[in-house]
């Protein structure tokens, strides 16, 4: 079955300690980001990737750290949390070409900052 | 101002009825446009997207793309009370290969 998991799926943390939020994806996609979604806000991208080792920042790139050094995976990392990272996250693949343009999303990370 | 705007609703419709959701984009040289619906708790799933202009139709949800005036819309036929979701239209930006900008999403209820 082709699917983004995200791992954890829900994470209470507090401010400064360092996580990192799994993104695995078993469509062979070259393409793929994180966002954030906040009430009132939408859907912010963090960062994206083109492919392996390639990464560059989306709107809301502060405060985050991504790695692709293998196609199926793109971990996000928080280097020091803070409260206003509390958010749900999602992971996301893109599609593309022969009349097809996809993103497909992961199940989202709950993230609670104390 | 925001660079993709939807209304937020609720927007509420009897079963059976046409749904219309509207946004606007200020990037005039926006190329494609989506719609995406995402249920209660859920992420995001793409419905259908939309190039030229005109409508674009595909089962009961038809997207209509107007590049003049900076519109894009998408039509839901019969409503059923199962379209109730918010409906998130996301715009790929003039210069970007991949990067969509999304709307805050319009939430939609389809009452029995």
């Known amino acids: 079955e082709a699917q983004v998991t995200q791992n954890p799926r829900y994470l209470i943390t507090v401010t400064g300690k360092k996580l990192t939020v799994t993104c695995s994806q078993n469509m062979n996609h070259e393409y793929m980001s994180w966002y954030r979604q906040d009430p009132g806000l939408g859907l912010r991208q963090i960062y994206y990737?083109?492919?392996?080792?390639?990464?560059d920042k989306g709107d809301v790139p502060e405060g985050y750290k991504v790695s692709r050094k293998e196609k199926r995976n793109f971990p996000l990392i928080l280097e020091s949390p803070s409260p206003n990272q509390t958010s749900l996250y999602f992971c996301?693949?893109?599609?593309?070409?022969?009349?097809?343009?996809?993103?497909?999303f992961g199940p989202g990370t709950r993230l609670t900052v104390l | 101002q925001k660079e993709v705007e939807q209304n937020s609703g609720p927007l509420s419709v009897p079963e059976g009825a046409i749904a219309s959701l509207n946004c606007t984009y200020s990037?005039?040289?926006?190329?494609?446009f989506f719609w995406y619906r995402q249920y209660s708790g859920k992420s995001p799933e793409l419905i259908m997207f939309i190039y030229s202009n005109g409508d674009k139709e595909d089962g009961r949800f038809t997207a209509q793309l107007n590049k003049a005036s900076q519109y894009v819309s998408l039509l839901i036929r019969d409503s059923q009370p199962s379209d109730s979701a918010t409906y998130l239209c996301?715009?790929?930006?003039?210069?970007?290969?991949?990067?969509?900008?999304f709307g805050t999403g319009t939430r939609l209820q389809v009452t029995l």
């Open positions: 996301a693949t893109r599609e593309a070409g022969r009349g097809t343009d996809t993103q497909y």
């Open positions: 990737s083109m492919n392996v080792e390639v990464t």
């Open positions: 996301a715009v790929k930006a003039s210069g970007t290969a991949s990067k969509l900008t």
């Open positions: 990037d005039r040289g926006s190329q494609s």
